[in-house]
Nanobody
Framework: VQLQASGGGLVQTGDSLTLSCSAS????????MAWFRQAPGKEREFVTAHWRNGNTYYADSVKGRFTSSRDKAKNTMYLQMNSLKPEDTAVYYCAASTSIILSSIRRAEQYNYWGQGTVVTVSS
């Protein structure tokens, strides 16, 4: 099983960027897919997750600026990031789980599949 994140780059404050996460090796159409990020010197933090019923959950820090979507047929997830801020600078990771419970979707240790990460740098 492999998760491949892509789309990171260097942008300026206020710019937009779209990340993609493509899964291969197994289908996560009945599972949960999520985005996490880790800034230098900080712990990995939750960004957004797609629950099994289609609901999407966001961290307060990105709500209203980031939009995540999912194409189950393509086993792919996207993260549209608008109005980017310097504090959004981080390595962005996609993650997936087939067994996670709803109350744990914000906990990185509950995901058993991870992508390699893509770097997003927002300059001021």
């Amino acid at each position: 099983v492999q998760l491949q994140a892509s789309g990171g780059g260097l942008v300026q404050t206020g710019d937009s960027l779209t990340l993609s996460c493509s899964a291969s090796g197994r289908s996560f159409s009945n599972g949960v897919m999520a985005w996490f990020r880790q800034a230098p010197g900080k712990e990995r933090e939750f960004v957004t997750a797609h629950w099994r019923n289609g609901n999407t959950y966001y961290a307060d820090s990105v709500k209203g600026r980031f939009t995540s979507s999912r194409d189950k047929a393509k086993n792919t997830m996207y993260l549209q990031m608008n109005s980017l801020k310097p504090e959004d600078t981080a390595v962005y990771y996609c993650a997936a789980s087939t067994s996670i419970i709803l109350s744990s979707i914000r906990r990185a240790e509950q995901y058993n599949y991870w992508g390699q990460g893509t770097v997003v740098t927002v300059s001021s």
